[in-house]
């Protein structure tokens, strides 16, 4: 069965414990990584995009079990593992997180990975050559002369000399180490490489000679590629298809082409808003998120991207422009965080305004226009039973009420994106996203029967 | 470039598949030699401890009259060691010594430092055995240095011409001798060889100590770390110095004794320079890389940590040898050492007759001075020629 993905990932997890005191007591965990399923066929390359802290470097780093998965399975088709080995009975004999020591140093042989840092990626105090040839020594070719000449043939290969053998790291650019990098990661003929922001510390230039030879490479060889990257050009230039990640989650996965010209889920159609655009002519009506990027030790419920997303559902039963319900939903996240700190408001008015007046004595209408105003909030909303919701909340607020103003905002305003998190689905051939918007008739019927549930 | 099926040259040719990971230890003819050498070492201690009879000399067999002392044995294991770990790599990688020779040849001073280190360490290690130990000769007594003259009424004897009063010094005592009549370049030829032996040795058991529970501290961290860590902080505050007069009390002063107590009290600051230098290289991109490409721990800490954290256990050493020697004057001048003729002892005999006979503390105290200063500018260039990186970064 050569046609099974060489790389299979199934519901992959990893949480970091946060321990406090002596006893090292768990408190709570960081779930850098929350779930990720994904396939890589042989000779693909597929991106792994998102935010920096968004778990990429994290699913890379657990895949190629340099750290411990906390749940999940990675299994890994490689050629010795063939297809009478990976029959349905046994296919946990090819989940990479159960290998005994034996098995995993055969798989650091098939699964090589790449690091960002140029700089650091390689030994300082070894030669280059050395470098590129110690893979070979740790999985045993004696053969001193042999490494050696394998080396300097890699090092022609990758567009650096046989002579720089001898030299040392630092003598290179950038550039140039990472080459030497890539010929290290290619040394003992991997079938999966596993690049963790390959280009990011380069200059553009040197970007496209980097991405452009890792493109030839893995024509040459057939190679699998796991590519992690923030930049949608850099994924763009080089892969088949991408997945984008937001807080530990997948949101969107795609063929590159499909995913780029018709994106679904909104935190991609951000992501892409984002690619500048070398035509000043060109008029573009960019998205822009609200909010910062949530802590992964606390996400929030439902769609992790609700606190931020712009297209985020209104509530039933309720008309808002989508700008002011954004505007509003912003209000009920900082709520949630009781991030609102009314004093600062009255003074931040009394300040403002050119009388003299006290920070206790401004009134609270006038608060309440300047949280409206924070918030970007219409000093009256078109739907009036929203904005008699809104009006009590803001009374509230003033009155430094702001647990009541929270569980008021979220039972009258409650959506289903906090309340329903969205599993991916098809919205066209290979191309999947988790968003409520996606396929609006399973997600109405679902959300009735939430409904009903109640 | 012939294609030969046996050795592959291309990486794609490498048929996986025939390649068995060893199971054999994996031992570099340098590691190899080091344990060879030292069983052979270990043999013959055992053969003079249990063969020959105890008031023998160990070679008489062979009709050679030395009496091999612990002292003698523990100094081979340490020439031995710094012979296959310093000595023989540098052999071993000439592109490499070459390259770091070319920068260190840069340094003036410490290419005279390195001169003269070198020459106290040979003359120190074979002048013993041509001279004889400075022996007391009262006739021979204020001796002055050659092209030197004291008043003829210091001397009992002047070797040398006497005119107007004056006793001018000789080639027969070129440095001149003591109030005991002790020839001061003797004094100095063995001083050498004490300094060195004190200098090396406890820095050999300094660096064993220190790299090892640096390093596994580090790499184990936990409660491990821990547990190490806290140890060097009791034994930081426990004052060395008092152990060495309790136990000179004791059994009476010797240098072994000097030597263990100094290098088995004084490792905790180089563990704790490997250990926070091996936690920072830990994080390094290479060390994913080589546990990414399937290294085992041990080699992840001998090809790569060791080798990285180097350059601080250098510029640890480069403090700690001539700490030590200071350290063995000092006690020799206070009249705590051990019965060797040392350079401290002839400073401080010396002391009470600086009036007229100024070379006794002089001479000695110059070489001293000398040695510990070599040390220091060594110390410094090897640091900067072993850390291709602090240079780079510090030109750029």
């Known amino acids: 069965m050569t046609d099974e993905p060489l790389l299979e990932v199934r519901d992959l997890k990893k949480h970091y414990p946060i321990t406090q005191g002596i006893l090292k007591k768990q408190v709570g965990s960081v779930k850098a990584v929350d779930g990720i399923s994904f396939d890589i066929p042989r000779g693909e390359t597929l991106g792994l995009v998102g935010e920096s802290g968004c778990g990429k470097s994290t699913a890379a780093t657990s895949i190629i079990q340099l750290e411990e998965p906390t749940a999940g399975e990675v299994l890994f088709n490689g050629d010795a593992r063939n297809a009478a080995e990976t029959a349905a009975d046994a296919r946990h004999r090819n989940d990479v997180t159960e290998f005994d020591p034996e098995e995993l140093k055969q798989f650091r042989r098939q699964a090589q990975m790449i690091f960002q840092d140029p700089s650091s990626s390689l030994d300082p105090r070894m030669r280059v050559g050395e470098s590129i040839a110690e893979p070979l020594r740790i999985h045993g070719i004696e053969d001193k002369a042999a490494r050696q000449e394998i080396a300097r043939n890699l090092l022609d290969r990758v567009g650096l000399s046989r002579d720089d053998y001898h030299r040392f790291p630092h003598e290179f650019s950038g550039g140039q180490k990472q080459r030497i990098s890539l010929a290290r990661a290619l040394v003992t003929n991997p079938e999966l490489i596993v690049a963790d922001e390959p280009v990011s510390a380069l200059d553009v230039s040197v970007q496209a000679e980097i991405l452009t030879l890792m493109k030839d490479i893995q024509e040459e060889f057939g190679l699998s590629i796991l590519l992690i990257s923030h930049d949608m050009a850099v994924v763009r230039e080089i892969c088949d298809r991408v997945a984008v990640m937001y807080l530990g989650e997948i949101v969107e996965i795609g063929e590159t082409e499909e995913l780029f010209r018709n994106p679904q889920h909104p935190y991609t159609q951000a992501l892409l808003s984002s690619i500048p655009v070398p035509d000043p002519t060109v008029d573009r009506a960019g998205t822009t998120l609200s909010g910062d990027v949530p802590s992964p030790s606390n996400p929030p419920s439902g769609c992790r991207f609700h606190t931020r997303c712009p297209d985020v559902i209104q509530p039933e039963g309720y008309d808002f422009e989508q700008e002011h319900w954004r505007a509003v939903m912003d209000l009920r996240t900082r709520l949630a965080q009781r991030d609102i700190d009314i004093e600062a408001v009255r003074e931040f008015v009394a300040t403002e305004s050119d009388r003299d007046v006290e920070p206790g004595a401004v009134p609270d209408d006038a608060a309440k226009a300047a949280i409206r105003n924070e918030f970007g909030i219409p000093g009256s909303l078109q739907d009036g039973r929203a904005e008699s919701v809104l009006a009590e909340a803001l009374e509230l607020i003033v009155n430094e009420d702001l647990a009541g103003a929270d569980e008021l905002l979220s039972t009258e305003f409650e959506t289903v994106c906090e309340r329903d998190a969205p599993s991916l689905s098809e919205t066209a051939p290979g191309h999947q996203s988790a968003c409520h918007l996606d396929s609006t008739t399973a997600t109405t019927d679902s959300v009735e029967s939430a409904v009903s549930d109640d | ?396």
């Open chain 2, 1 to 396: 470039m012939a294609a030969d099926d046996s050795t592959p040259t291309r990486f794609e040719d490498i048929d996986w598949t025939d390649v068995e990971p060893s199971g054999r230890l994996d031992l570099s003819p340098k590691a190899l030699g080091m344990l060879v050498s030292t069983t052979l070492l270990a043999v013959l201690f055992l053969y003079d401890y249990f063969v020959v009879p105890k008031n023998n000399d160990t070679f008489e067999a062979i009709g050679w009259a030395y009496q091999v002392t612990q002292l003698d044995y523990f100094f081979a294991l340490t020439l031995l060691a710094i012979f296959f770990f310093t000595v023989v790599p540098l052999f071993e990688n000439p592109h490499l010594t070459r390259y770091y020779w070319d920068r260190f040849k840069q340094n003036r001073p410490a290419m005279l430092s390195l001169g003269f280190l070198l020459a106290t360490f040979f003359i120190g290690m074979v002048g013993p055995l041509v001279l004889s130990k400075p022996e007391l000769s009262l006739f021979a007594k204020y001796q002055p240095p050659v092209y030197t003259s004291v008043p003829k009424s210091a001397v009992i004897e002047c070797t040398g011409r006497v005119s107007d009063g004056m006793c001018h010094g000789t080639w027969q005592y070129p440095f001149g001798t003591t109030g005991g009549g002790k020839d001061i370049l003797n004094i100095i030829v063995y001083g050498m060889q004490v300094s060195m032996k004190v200098g090396l040795m406890s820095a050999f058991i300094v660096t064993v100590i220190g790299s090892l529970v640096g390093t596994v501290a580090a790499y184990s961290g936990g409660l491990v770390d821990e547990f190490l860590m806290r140890y060097v902080d009791i034994q930081q505050t426990f004052p060395s110095f008092l152990l060495f007069l309790l136990l000179t009390y004791q059994f009476g002063g010797s240098l072994l004794l000097f030597i263990a107590i100094f290098g088995f009290f004084s490792w905790g600051n180089t563990a704790r320079y490997v250990r926070s230098n091996a936690l920072q290289k830990t994080e390094e991109e290479y060390i994913k890389s080589a546990k990414a490409t399937g290294g085992s721990t041990w080699l992840i800490i001998r090809r790569h940590l060791v080798p990285n954290t180097a350059s601080s256990i250098i510029t640890d050493l480069s403090l700690l040898i001539p700490s030590f020697i200071l350290f063995e004057a000092a006690f020799a001048f206070l009249g705590f050492g051990a019965d060797v003729p040392s350079w401290g002892r002839t400073i401080a005999a010396g002391r009470a007759d600086l009036s007229f006979a100024w070379w006794i503390s002089t001479i000695p105290g110059v070489f001293l001075f000398v040695t510990i200063l070599a040390f220091n500018y060594l110390g410094d260039a090897l640091l900067d020629a072993l850390n291709p990186q602090a240079d780079t970064e510090s030109e750029s």
